[in-house]
């Protein structure tokens, strides 16, 4: 189970999205939760999140003197187990992303655990009653990473009955070569993992092209979704973001929490 939240306060990208959706998580698990802010020198200070966070109802924050926000935030949250890290992206493309030196992308890079990002399309403050998971697969990749995320987050916050979904592209397949079965095959055998474990999930297999449409399509049936994607890191400084977790971060007007492929699952 998740333990505490940490928002980080990233005054270029957005920060203001993230405190509500911090606080809101924490009043739904009755988590601490604490205000990460990043000063350049002891001179710097962020007056404006603070009056944010004592907005929803939150007072306690840390304060960090260090040169690079990216790195500050990663030493405060690696390798402690149960903490939520909760972002604002701008989630712009990767080429300008790298230009900018975007704290979202390296945090993603050098992190190993889940990371919930609230993207520029996300409203403020956005509704966070009673969230309910869209975990989303394919199989290009392993997604048993994403699991126990999914059963930590259910036995925290709560929420509706998460859902496993698939997109097949349309004519991946030749027509008549695939039956409904075959097609649900990969997201069954995950919810059964997590029925498993005392996880009741709906699953959902979507036929369309463009999978983050027809995702962001979905999530419109879904009350208060979030979204789960698992990702896999590159080494040599790059993202670690799939584009299409990269682009469903910049247009979903939910949170995506987006978990480490490389973590293990059950």
């Given amino acids: 189970m998740f333990n505490s939240i940490v928002v980080a306060a990233d005054v270029d990208a957005g920060r203001v999205r993230a405190i509500p959706v911090g606080a809101a998580l924490a009043s739904l698990g009755q988590l601490p939760v604490k205000l990460l802010t990043v000063v350049a020198d002891e001179s710097g200070s962020d007056d404006f999140a603070l009056r944010q966070m004592s907005a929803h109802g939150v007072s306690d924050s840390l304060r960090v003197v260090h040169h690079d926000v990216a790195t500050a935030i990663v030493d405060h949250v690696r390798d402690r187990d149960g903490v939520v890290l909760v972002m604002a992206t701008n989630a712009n493309s990767l080429v300008s992303q790298r230009l900018r030196g975007s704290v979202s992308v390296s945090v993603l890079h050098e992190l190993r655990q889940p990371v919930l990002l609230v993207g520029p399309a996300v409203p403020d403050p956005p509704r966070l009653v009673s969230p309910t998971l869209v975990v989303c697969t394919d199989r290009s990749q392993d997604s048993s990473a994403a699991l126990p995320v999914v059963e930590s987050w259910q036995r925290t916050f709560g929420g509706g009955r998460p859902w496993v979904v698939e997109v097949m592209p349309t004519g991946a397949w030749p027509e008549g070569t695939i039956d409904d079965a075959a ?71 939910r949170p995506v929490l987006v978990v480490p492929a490389d973590l293990p699952g059950y």
Wanted: glycine letters at 8%.
């Fill in 183 to 253: 097609e649900r095959e990969h997201i069954d055998a995950l919810a059964a993992v997590l029925a498993d474990h005392g996880i009741d999930a709906a699953t959902r297999v979507l036929h369309g092209g463009d999978p983050v449409e027809w995702l962001l399509e979905f999530a419109e049936q879904v009350d208060d979704a979030v979204f789960v994607a698992t990702s896999t890191r590159w080494a040599g400084g790059r993202s670690h973001w799939y584009s299409t977790t990269r682009r469903l971060v910049r247009r979903s007007p």
